[in-house]
T-cell receptor, first 110, second 114 residues
Framework: GESVGLHLPTLSVQEGDNSIINCAYSNSASDYFIWYKQESGKGPQFIIDIRSNMDKRQGQRVTVLLNKTVKHLSLQIAATQPGDSAVYFCAEALYSTLTFGKGTMLLVSP | EAQVTQNPRYLITVTGKKLTVTCSQNMNHEYMSWYRQDPGLGLRQIYYSMNVEVTDKGDVPEGYKVSRKEKRNFPLILESPSPNQTSLYFC?????????????FGEGSWLTVV
């Protein structure tokens, strides 16, 4: 099948650098946001989430920032590793509907 | 092991020949959903189900049907497939709706309609 990575914005970083992936969401009423990682040939994998009453949440090597004023979400990955190479999607949720962004491909060079 | 299982993983079919993509989860989840993924468009929700016998349209339901007769199964039915339904399909489930419930995705089903 055709790669789902075609036509995606791409972020290329060196191993060990910090990566920042950005996402603009569309619905100001969305109350929950999620970042997913998708490796080639696999389904999306949950990374981290944040509720709309927060502006920052940290996980292991990852941080999500939420700016509701400008409807912007970012994912920061510290000390990026080759295994982080994948397509990253943000998703916004309202009630039972989950709307995904188009994704960003992260390429990590050794 | 917690799993969302889809079948078939790969299928080539012809226009108009009815097909069903099965989805099963072993986590007793109430919420299940189908998405299609196309280059440049990301994942788009086709249908979702909050519980048995409760289904609702997502963003792109045209040409698809679903059913939820049992909690663990949520099949996607293409009554008369067309080439524009060539896509990568994902089934997903979570304990309940959002927020706060992790959504688990299946491995995907590549469907080609010729």
């Amino acid at each position: 099948g055709e790669s789902v990575g075609l036509h995606l914005p791409t972020l290329s970083v060196q191993e060990g650098d910090n990566s920042i992936i950005n996402c603009a969401y569309s619905n100001s009423a969305s109350d929950y946001f999620i970042w997913y990682k998708q490796e080639s040939g696999k389904g999306p994998q949950f990374i981290i989430d944040i509720r709309s009453n927060m502006d920052k949440r940290q996980g292991q090597r990852v941080t999500v920032l939420l700016n509701k004023t400008v409807k912007h979400l970012s994912l920061q990955i510290a000390a990026t590793q080759p295994g982080d190479s994948a397509v990253y999607f943000c998703a916004e949720a309202l009630y039972s509907t989950l709307t995904f962004g188009k994704g960003t491909m992260l390429l990590v060079s050794p | 092991e917690a799993q969302v299982t889809q079948n078939p993983r790969y299928l080539i079919t012809v226009t108009g020949k009815k097909l069903t993509v099965t989805c099963s989860q072993n986590m007793n989840h109430e919420y299940m959903s189908w998405y299609r993924q196309d280059p440049g468009l990301g994942l788009r929700q086709i249908y979702y189900s909050m519980n048995v016998e409760v289904t609702d349209k997502g963003d792109v339901p045209e040409g698809y049907k679903v059913s939820r007769k049992e909690k663990r199964n949520f099949p996607l039915i293409l009554e008369s497939p067309s080439p524009n339904q060539t896509s990568l399909y994902f089934c997903a489930s979570s304990f309940s709706g959002f927020p706060g419930n992790t959504i688990y995705f299946g491995e995907g089903s590549w469907l080609t309609v010729v």
